[in-house]
Nanobody, 117 residues
Framework: QVQLVESGGGLVQAGGSLRLSCAAS????????MSWYRQAPGKQRELVAG???????NYADSVKGRFTVSRDNAKNTVYLQMNSLTLEDTSVYYC???????????WGQGTQVTVSS
C-alpha cells in the first residue's frame, strides 16, 4: 500500500519560511517523479514544484526564487523549502508521486500552510 505523509505545515508570518516534507512508503521512491501541489479554498489545485527521478526541478512562476524542491532517495522523502512566504501562499499543500514504471500517481493527504500578515 502506497502512503505519502506530508508534514511541516503550519502558521507563519509573511516573510517567514517553512519546510515541508513528504515521506513515501510502499513504492520504489527512486522511480518516482515527485511533485508538490497546492489548493486554496475556491481555487483549483495547482502545481507548485516538481523534481524528477534524475533530480531535474521545475517551479510555478509564482514561487520561482522563493521555493526549493529537493529529494533524498535514501530517506524516501521529498522536501519543499518555502522562503519569503506571502499571504497568497496560504493553501493546503499536497505531495504527489508519479511512478514512472506504471504511470500511476499517488497523493498525500495534504498539509495546511497559513501565512498571516
Amino acid at each position: 500500500q502506497v502512503q505519502l505523509v506530508e508534514s511541516g505545515g503550519g502558521l507563519v508570518q509573511a516573510g517567514g519560511s517553512l519546510r515541508l516534507s513528504c515521506a513515501a512508503s510502499g513504492i520504489v521512491f527512486r522511480f518516482c517523479n515527485m511533485s508538490w501541489y497546492r489548493q486554496a479554498p475556491g481555487k483549483q489545485r495547482e502545481l507548485v514544484a516538481g523534481i524528477t527521478v534524475s533530480g531535474t526541478t521545475n517551479y510555478a512562476d509564482s514561487v520561482k526564487g522563493r521555493f526549493t524542491v529537493s529529494r533524498d532517495n535514501a530517506k524516501n522523502t521529498v522536501y519543499l523549502q518555502m522562503n519569503s512566504l506571502t499571504l497568497e501562499d496560504t493553501s493546503v499543500y499536497y505531495c504527489a508521486a508519479h511512478f514512472v514504471i506504471s504511470g500511476s500517481t499517488y497523493w498525500g493527504q495534504g498539509t495546511q500552510v497559513t501565512v498571516s500578515s
